[in-house]
């Protein structure tokens, strides 16, 4: 384990991350609320998830990025493994869930992960973190990463 890593209750990192990723959570939100549940019903493309499982799926992300934000920040690095999508998706049962609990859900985490990534100190955004057998990257790229996904799900639901 790496130093103590002393937190504060303000941001100490580059003020624009921790304020994208709130934007981002709140522009989100807002669109996802405007999907009526029986449209969540449809799949988003043919043979593809319906938009129910799609939520669901960016619900798994934000469980699974949660611990690595965490872990790297405390830490100083993470090691995990890889997220299976379509077994993590179908145990879940995301496809039969209620819309407006999937999206309380959602809603709910990802403000407790914006208020993470305001806390994270400045000197953690550069530690490494490897997924599976992927190649070393850093908790800024995670967390980058973490709302470019997310940006792309939300299209597939609202857009």
Not at 10 to 22: C, I, K, N
Not at 95 to 103: F, G, H, M, Q, V
Not at 114 to 126: D, F, H, K, S, W
Request: with cysteine; hydrophobic share 35%.
């Amino acid at each position: 384990m790496s130093p103590e890593v002393t937190f504060v209750s303000t941001p100490s990192h580059p003020p624009q991350l921790g304020s994208e990723f709130a934007a981002c959570i709140a522009s989100s939100s807002e669109r996802l609320r405007a999907v009526p549940p029986h449209r969540a019903e449809e799949c988003w493309r043919p043979g593809g998830w319906t938009r129910k499982q799609v939520l669901g799926h960016l619900l798994d992300s934000a469980l699974n990025n949660h611990n690595r934000f965490v872990r790297a920040a405390l830490d100083g690095e993470y090691r995990g493994p890889n997220y299976e999508q379509e077994p993590w998706v179908e145990l879940h049962g995301y496809r039969d869930a209620d819309w407006n609990e999937l999206l309380q859900t959602w809603q709910i985490m990802n403000r407790r992960l914006a208020g993470l990534v305001a806390r994270i100190p400045a000197g953690r955004y550069a530690s490494m973190c490897v997924i599976g057998n992927g190649p070393p990257v850093t908790l800024q790229f995670l967390i980058e990463d973490y709302l470019s996904h997310l940006n792309h799900h939300i299209e597939q639901i609202a857009g």
